[in-house]
DNA sequence: GCTATATGTACCTTGATCGTTACGTAACAA
DNA sequence: TTGTTACGTAACGATCAAGGTACATATAGC
């Protein structure tokens, strides 16, 4: 849970697991999205890891990389607990549209 | 986006925003909650602040911090681009209660 | 074996971050 | 006004993170 924090919070690593969502990509492809240099991104992907947010596949010279997303659904858990708060202030701020709200709330 | 997970990323102001879930606290009252000092506290509530997550409000010498939680839905929205991914992983795990688990997720 | 390709690691530098102690400030209380 | 309480900020040292360059490793193809 630190670890999976402390991976999200650099822009780089989002960026990674943003074109991971689309499927399995390697090393050197995730390197040309990014505006650093390969070696930064090797770090990157470990960061990510030992995070638990990324599967490693090697094939031949390649490193296959791939979307893990367990961990984010620890993060959805524990941001979970201020979820109500923070729909109770927009459904105050949104009133005429409550009802539809309500509806969806009850279900989680 | 970034100064909110930048934010979250820290235990400490974790822990901060789990005390402020209850309701509004001094900076004396959280700072007695941490292992760290003072001072330490007033700096990642400057931190908080920045990102956001709280607001601050005096009374007489006392500073009032209460949840923001806006904030937070931001990171929920950014989240639930990956939310599908990680639920149809926990189905196939458990597929006995895909049906519940299909209910819930129809209506996000 | 030799070369090219793909990737990770080591090492260095720079800038941010975390914690501490010391100090400044504002509001009450006597 | 003097002291006390409740904060914040400044300055400092230590640690950590992010980037780059240079190098090591491993596989494929010849």
Redesign the pocket.
Known sequence: MEAVL?AL?????RTMLEALSAGPV??????AL??????????????L?EAGLVD?R????????SLRPEPLAEVDAWLSRYRALWEQRLDALNTEVTRGKRERRSTR
């Open positions: 402390q919070s650099d822009e780089s690593r390697t090393a050197g492809e995730l390197a990014l505006p650093i240099a390969r070696p930064g991104v090797s770090r990157h992907l470990r960061v890891r490693v090697q094939d031949a010279q390649r490193r296959i990389y």
